[in-house]
Each structure stands twice: as structure tokens, then as C-alpha cells.
């Protein structure tokens, strides 16, 4: 690896191609193109060190946080929110900036959605493929069936699903944002009333053919309701707009090789 990159090396302080590796497997690049994931991890490794030398050559000193049961930041994930902390201040946001987001469209200022859904279950181990292949092939034409005949659902849940609700149809009841798994839930999103998926959709659990039972949308919230929300969403935006530009001085006072700090592809994290 050390032969096919550039060594890293900002402001004189030289980056281990270590470093770069491990960093690396942070990030996606297209088949056969490993080089791509090695910019981008330069580019990230490059910022990282920026920030590191400014909050050292500062003096800032930071206890690492909690964030998560029983996680805590790193001695250097400290000190970058430290120096950050420092050197960035973002004003609340005005009453009517607040109101102008609202009034942008209130639509998308929901109560959350309820979903009554039914399915039949294909249930396997999605990490063995020939588990996930074979529950695959189970569950092709039943889907036929149903999308060929919809008012067989239920006698074909209680066929062939191996979810405990096959007794009732499939039927899983009313369901909300964060009472399934993300796939699932991703699905349910987009389905109508009365729809059933056009192709069977893999969870953990295994492969699922999901109907649509009903859906009650969420009513637009009041702006009260929302204000904190809202509040909070443009302090955050602010913040974020703030924190680019600092990293852009740092950028265009430093001196760096074995990066280009442009994006590549995807967002550079």
C-alpha cells in the first residue's frame, strides 16, 4: 500500500500509512477502485490532523464524553470538539427565521404515521447466502400468488409464513415509526393503502411480502408544537455552516501533500 500512495504529510508532521489503512475501510469506493477510498480517507486523515495540531497548538484540553452506554470519545475525538467548542459561537436562531422555516411548508411538520400491516414471513439468516437464496426462492411465488390474487393474503400467511401471526393472516396490527426494523419500515413508507410489495423485502429476520392494511397519515403539527424542533434544526445547520468555514481557514493556512481535501464522489467525511 505504502508504494501506491503518496505519504501524508501536513504542516511537516508525517501521517502513518497505518493510519491511512485503517481509515480506509471508513470509506465506499466503486468496484475495482480502491484508489478512490484512499483519497478519501486521505482527505479525512488531512483534516483530522489539522484540527488536532490548532487544538494542541492551543493548549485546549478536554475530557472524553460519554455518547452511548458505556462509549466514550477518544482522547483525540475530545480534543477536536474542544477546539470546536472554542472557536465557534452560533446565535439562536430569530423568532422569525423560526417562522419563515414553518411557514416553507408546514406539511412536513407531521405527527408520526400509523401503519395497519400484514405479512408472510420467509424466515433465514440473511449473512448465509444459501439460507437467504433458498428462502428467496420460497418466497417468489407466493408473492406471485398474492399479487395475482390479494384477497388470498391471509390463507397464503397461513400457508406459508413462519412469523407467529400467520394464525391471524399475517396480521401484525397497527405499527409506528421505530416499532420494526429500518428495512421494513423503510418499505412501509412506501407503500398505499391496499398495496402489497412489488418484490419481497430482507431484514434480519429473513424475507417478508408485506401488505398494506391501512394507513392513518400524521396531521400537521401546530407552530408551537414544532418551534423547539425547528429551533434546534437551524441552530444545528448554522453550527455545521460555521464549522466548514473554520475548517476552510485551516485548510488555506496549512501547508499539505499526499491530499487534495476535494470531495471525491461521495461526501469526504
Not at 472524553?64 to 475530545?78: H, K, L, M, S
Not at 430569530?94 to 400491516?117: K, Q, Y
Request: aromatic share 4%; charged share 25%.
Amino acid at each position: 500500500m505504502a508504494a501506491l500512495h503518496p505519504d501524508l504529510i501536513v504542516n511537516g508532521e508525517k501521517v502513518p500509512h497505518s493510519v491511512l489503512a485503517a481509515e480506509v475501510q471508513n470509506h465506499d469506493a466503486p468496484k475495482g477502485k480502491p484508489g478512490i477510498a484512499w483519497r478519501k480517507a486521505a482527505n479525512a486523515i488531512a483534516v483530522r490532523t489539522l484540527l488536532l495540531q490548532e487544538a494542541r497548538r492551543q493548549g485546549i484540553s478536554a475530557t472524553p464524553a460519554a455518547v452511548g452506554p458505556d462509549r466514550f470519545e477518544t482522547n483525540e475525538e475530545a480534543l477536536i470538539r474542544g477546539l470546536l467548542e472554542a472557536a465557534i459561537t452560533v446565535d439562536p436562531p430569530a423568532e422569525a427565521d423560526i417562522l419563515a422555516e414553518w411557514n416553507h411548508g408546514p406539511e412536513r411538520f407531521r405527527s408520526h404515521p400509523l401503519w395497519e400491516v400484514s405479512h408472510i414471513l420467509m424466515a433465514c439468516d440473511p449473512r448465509d447466502e444459501s439460507d437467504k437464496q433458498a428462502a428467496l426462492a420460497r418466497a417468489t411465488p407466493v408473492l406471485a400468488n398474492a399479487l395475482a390474487n390479494p384477497k388470498a393474503f391471509s390463507r397464503l400467511a397461513q400457508d406459508h409464513s413462519d412469523c407467529g401471526s400467520k394464525s391471524s393472516g399475517g396480521a401484525l396490527g397497527q405499527l409506528g415509526p421505530g416499532d420494526t426494523v429500518p428495512e421494513f419500515e423503510t418499505a412501509l413508507r412506501d407503500l398505499a393503502e391496499g398495496e402489497i410489495t412489488a418484490e419481497p423485502v430482507l431484514t434480519r429476520h429473513g424475507w417478508h411480502i408485506i401488505r398494506m392494511d391501512g394507513v392513518a397519515k400524521g396531521q400537521i403539527l401546530p407552530f408551537e408544537a414544532v418551534k423547539p424542533h425547528i429551533r434546534d434544526a437551524l441552530e444545528k445547520k448554522a453550527w455545521t455552516i460555521s464549522a466548514r468555514n473554520y475548517v476552510s481557514q485551516l485548510k488555506a493556512a496549512a501547508t499539505i501533500s499526499g491530499a487534495d481535501l476535494q470531495p471525491v464522489g461521495a461526501d469526504v467525511h
